[in-house]
């Protein structure tokens, strides 16, 4: 079974530009997760999807963020225009359990992450 | 507000047992503990997760007072390949987001040869 695979590994870009992070959850999971790693501090929670719909974005930075899941399946993370403070690592992660599930129906298994650098 | 403290770093020797306590006084009742690992340039991966007790699995053991207020993560006969840091995280299931998955600083365990 495919784990979560994200895309790019690593994007350099340049401030003012735009980029977009792809996540593929594990297959079958409904709830998609996105996090994000800043200047090496702790890794913080940015939303959660249920399917296709926004759950809680309550830890999306600014509205240069948007995130999308269209279908259900794959989300992507769009960051315009980006700026030098969100160069960091950005991860997502799924995991099953039809809402409001229990604690062990909520293990996250993550993708490798994508590494963001804005110049 | 962080719900949990955990030491900065470990250092164990190769063969031996690491306990890595985590701190998490107002736990609440309906929260439950989970212990992330993560390796370098590698997202955390999921190890053990209780509520009370004591959970074993084939990679580690979960051991959680009575009152619940802490839990140590125990490896046993640790190697090379299990230096990594260790993220404890205390909360409820539902709804999941930033209050309940917060992952602080972690542990950082090295291990020696």
């Known amino acids: 079974e495919a784990g979560v695979t994200q895309f790019p590994s690593h994007s350099v870009i340049e401030k003012g530009q735009t980029v977009t992070l792809r996540c593929d959850p594990i297959?079958?999971?409904?709830?998609l997760y996105w996090y994000r790693r800043v200047m090496g501090k702790e890794i913080k929670f940015l939303l959660h999807?249920?399917?296709?719909?926004?759950?809680?974005e309550s830890g999306m930075p600014n509205n240069r963020f948007l995130a999308e899941r269209t279908g259900g399946t794959y989300s992507t993370l769009k960051v315009q225009p980006a700026e030098l403070e969100d160069s960091g690592v950005y991860f997502c992660?799924?995991?099953?359990?039809?809402?409001?599930?229990?604690?062990?129906?909520?293990?996250?298994?993550f993708g490798a992450g994508t590494r963001l650098s804005v110049l | 507000l962080a719900k949990t403290t955990q030491p900065i770093s470990m250092d164990s020797y190769e063969g031996q047992e690491v306990n890595i306590t985590c701190s998490h006084n107002?736990?609440?009742?309906?929260?439950?503990i989970t212990w992330y690992q993560q390796f370098p340039s590698q997202g955390p991966r999921f190890i053990i997760q209780?509520?009370?007790t004591k959970v074993t699995n084939e990679v580690a053991s979960l051991f959680i007072p009575a009152d619940r207020k802490s839990s140590t993560l125990s490896l046993p006969r640790v190697s090379l390949s299990d230096t990594a840091v260790y993220y404890c995280?205390?909360?409820?299931?539902?709804?999941?987001?930033?209050?309940?998955?917060?992952f602080g600083t972690g542990t950082r365990l090295t291990v020696i040869p």
């Open positions: 992660a799924s995991s099953p359990g039809t809402p409001p599930f229990s604690y062990h129906e909520n293990i996250q298994y």
């Open positions: 209780g509520y009370k």
């Open positions: 999807f249920v399917k296709e719909s926004k759950q809680d």
């Open positions: 107002n736990i609440a009742t309906n929260d439950y």
């Open positions: 297959s079958g999971h409904d709830n």
């Open positions: 995280l205390v909360g409820d299931a539902w709804p999941p987001g930033a209050n309940n998955l917060f």
